[in-house]
């Protein structure tokens, strides 16, 4: 596994050097290497059956610890937000059957499903113990064997988990590092993304590997711009990588330019659309950095294009495009029946590359919906992924026209309208309900949802929309709440019979 | 004015303005999040041409309808 063999390197070579920053604690390449060891030591020995470990929390420091110590005792982490609600993640223990479950807040995530949990002092306390204690390089992750299970969205109200093996993030590394400047030297990463959402595997995957510094900037910072804005300017960030969202919420303060943060040479974006406003607005305030542009869904390892955007583009009154394949990957613009479209028309996008997922864990019936398999040039077998993404391509640029179904991406997370509808109906009083995408030109603003109530409440409109985002808490992480909810006594269908999607929109753009 | 800005927050909000208490608790009743603030200071500057600094108002500066509307007059 190329990580864990750079970071035994580190740890001899750059011991002291920092890998994590995250408020103001400093982690060093020497103590990573040792706490995931213990770490490691600890699950080879109590939990020998090889299930995955799954990790609840935010960006504490021993986050990241765990995370390489289920990779070196040869099994998968599953990281979990603490955005999620219980109710959601005890979908994901049942799902997921992990072996442990380290609970950092102590919320008693899987407290009823007879599997161990460490909280965050019993965890410390047993790194202590098996402090010292080494694994051997055997049983680390190898292979096919998985490193990671991320948990999405998925259209029944369930998460869905998507495994990536060892394979493919070392397809995915040796795509990327030539973006990355890839020679160990001194250098500080951004580490916004929730480990939770793949836009993180980018520092954690290369920028460790590569001996780089992860700057933390853990949730709580993005309430106050002023703290922000102060810990960006003393973070020496170099290497910038978050969702486009993240990057628009830091430039509405003119604080946020290359006086602030002079070491700041690349912004690598990926997760959701990259706007011209947001491109125009970088190029005035960090005149020295370089844009790249990546695309990319969680089934085929993080992003499998990428482009520095250029003068010409950012100039370009097309979208801003989400990048050329990289090296090893091919992207087909299909028809339903998967046959090539000609350049610049129209159709869904197909990837096939080495970094394409098995596919959805113990979901068969979904994996064959969408995975599939196929050979490349030299007659050998590649897997391949339907994305659901509408696009086009014109020389080797692709460009992004939306989504083929109920898919949207809102402030970089990825969300399936359906998950949020059938979520809202859990809720006591609610009868049907169907969510909508407001759109503030070619990226999604935010969602609203309407609903229909089996006995009217008589409350007024804002109450009742307080109400059902109040209930809706036990069952939706924050960042899929719908904005605005608004109760109707009936909604409207098409002549199928289904829920009117159009008339509801239109009557969101009315003024 | 004043009209304007609760437009404005009930856009952000995603309510009607005559649904706004005056106290209404904006973060505590999580009516508001950071991405909602943008888009209420943008909203105003948009609407009003008044340049509220994110960097310069705590969360408590805007807390309910009321203290953003005089926060909104300070600046004008």
């Known amino acids: 596994m190329f990580l864990l063999e750079a970071l035994k390197k580190h740890a001899v070579q ?167 400047d890839p020679h160990e030297k001194e250098e500080v990463y951004t580490n916004q993304i929730s480990y939770a959402f793949d836009v993180s595997v980018v520092s954690v995957y290369i920028g460790l590997s590569l001996g780089r510094t992860l700057y933390s900037l853990p949730k709580t910072l993005t309430e106050n711009m002023a703290a922000l804005m102060e810990t960006l300017g003393r973070s020496d960030v170099g290497f910038w990588v978050s969702t486009p969202s993240f990057a628009e919420l830091c430039v509405t303060s003119a604080l946020f330019n290359g006086e602030l943060m002079p070491k700041l040479h690349t912004f690598l974006f990926c997760g959701e659309v990259l706007t011209h406003k947001l491109v125009d607005t970088l190029r005035q305030r960090f005149p020295k950095a370089r844009i790249i542009n990546t695309y990319g869904p969680t089934e085929a390892t993080v992003l499998v294009t990428a482009s520095e955007i250029t003068a010409e583009m950012a100039a370009d009154e097309r979208s801003i495009p989400i990048g050329e394949p990289l090296p090893e990957v091919t992207l087909l613009v299909t028809d339903e029946t998967g046959k090539e479209l000609p350049e610049g028309e129209r159709g869904e996008l197909r990837i096939i590359s080495r970094s394409v997922s098995e596919g959805y864990f113990r979901r068969p019936d979904l994996t064959q919906k969408v995975f599939f398999e196929t050979q490349d040039a030299q007659g050998k077998t590649v897997r391949g992924y339907r994305t659901g993404d509408a696009c086009y ?68 409109p804002l109450k009742q929309m307080l109400k059902i985002k109040e209930a809706a808490k036990a069952y939706l992480p924050s960042y899929m709440i719908p904005r605005k909810i608004v109760v109707k006594d009936r909604l409207p269908v098409n002549t199928n019979g289904k829920a009117d999607r159009k008339a509801l929109a239109a009557e969101l753009s009315r003024p | 004015m004043e009209e304007t800005v609760m437009n404005v927050l009930a856009e952000a909000i995603g309510t009607e303005a005559d649904q706004l208490d005056a106290d209404l608790e904006l973060f505590e009743e999580e009516l508001l999040d950071s991405f909602g603030v943008i888009s209420l200071l943008v909203g105003i500057e948009d609407a009003l041409g008044v340049r509220i600094e994110p960097t310069e108002i705590t969360r408590e500066e805007i807390s309910t309808p009321a203290k953003l509307i005089a926060c909104v007059q300070a600046r004008m």
């Open chain 1, 14 to 180: 750059i011991p002291e050097r920092c890998a994590l920053i995250t408020a103001g604690e400093r982690l060093t390449y020497a103590r990573l290497w040792e706490r995931s060891e213990a770490f490691a030591s600890y699950l080879n020995e109590k939990h020998p059956v090889k299930d995955p470990v799954m990790i609840y929390g935010h960006k504490e420091e021993d986050f990241l610890c765990c995370m390489i110590g289920a990779l070196k005792a040869g099994r998968a982490y599953i990281p979990v937000d603490i955005t999620l609600p219980a109710d959601r993640a005890e979908q994901i223990v049942a799902d997921a059957h992990p072996c442990v479950i380290v609970d950092f807040p102590g919320g008693g995530v899987g407290a009823d499903s007879g599997i161990p949990v460490l909280g965050a002092d019993a965890l410390a306390q047993l790194l202590e113990e098996y402090r010292g204690r080494e694994v051997s390089s055997h049983t680390w992750v190898a292979g096919k064997d998985p490193c990671y299970i991320l948990f999405t969205s998925g259209s029944t109200g369930r998460p869905k988990g998507v495994p990536i093996h060892c394979d493919n993030l070392t397809n995915f590394a040796e795509n990327l590092y030539p973006f990355c």
């Open chain 1, 393 to 460: 391509r014109l020389g080797n640029q692709f460009y992004y026209c939306g989504r083929m179904d109920f898919q949207i991406k809102l402030n970089g997370f990825r969300i399936e309208l359906e998950d949020i509808e059938s979520n809202l109906m859990k809720i006591d009083n609610v009868n049907r309900a169907v969510a909508i995408p407001v759109f503030d030109g070619e990226k999604v603003a935010y969602i609203a949802a309407f609903v229909s109530l089996r006995e009217p409440d008589g409350l007024p």
